[in-house]
């Protein structure tokens, strides 16, 4: 399929606007994503809780062994794959192409578009894997550079170290930040590569780095903010729930950044 040149100097993505008004649509369309959604959300609610409902067994006696309890935290982020995917082509088709692309209580089959969804997934997280193995190497360095000064790691504060680490995560942040335009696209059935991501956010990578790499991160916070110490199972799954709602927004967000990118190139081209 043949792209159309990238503008030389593309409109800036309004980051803030971008996030309202993700927030806004989630609010103005709480039906019928809830309804869309309810099944993939069900799945994830059920499989999110399945942490914190281990680590209230791993507070009791005679609890089992810490190796089931990895086990079963490790299977549920396996179940929840196909879940999530079914839940952002659904936001991602309810914000670019309408309520009519999208079945009143969701479309839970299984065909190539989800299947193209996945393996932008994998694609994009080896990427991101290319890069994050830099930060093991990175410290590896910096270790025997302050061995090399004389000066004991221990006397290097926490803080600095955190630092360096976050420091050392930017890159890949950036990256998938940039790429990740593939999943809306994807989403509303137009063929699209890698190279194709990278020059639409050409001139918009921090701002795409607000998007999908700080927006989540703050969300994330969600837990610290809410979850008392000893918090009971209601209050967790609570959290759970809040969590599913900030992830349809981060979604919706994403769609509204890659619809005012592509509009700079040429009107979108969607399947059906």
Partial sequence: MKMNPQPTTPAPLPVIATIRAAFQF???KREQ??????????????????PYIIEMISEVPDKPEEDIHGLMWRLSILLSIPFYILFAITCHRLVLV??????????????????RF????????????????????????????????????SEITDSIWQGFMYLLMLPSIYLISRLSLVY????????VNLTWAWNL???????LMVVV????????????LLLRENATLVESLLVVTIGLVLLAVEVVAL????????EQVAPPAYGS
């Fill in 26 to 28: 989630v609010w103005d």
């Fill in 33 to 50: 994503m809830l309804r869309a959604l309810a099944i993939p959300m069900a799945f994830l609610f059920v499989l999110e809780a399945v």
């Fill in 98 to 115: 309408g309520d009519q692309a999208v079945p009143a209580y969701g479309n839970l089959t299984w065909n190539q578009r989800e299947t």
């Fill in 118 to 153: 996945l393996g932008w997934c994998v694609v994009v997280s080896l990427a991101y894997l290319l890069i994050i193995i830099t930060i093991p190497i990175g410290v590896s360095l910096l270790s025997m550079f302050v061995a090399d000064s004389g000066t004991s790691p």
């Fill in 184 to 191: 809306p696209a994807t989403a509303v059935d137009r063929q």
């Fill in 201 to 207: 956010s050409h001139f918009n990578g921090w701002r």
């Fill in 213 to 224: 790499g700080l927006l989540p991160w703050v969300f994330s916070f969600r837990e610290d």
């Fill in 255 to 262: 769609s509204f950044s890659y619809k005012h990118l592509v």
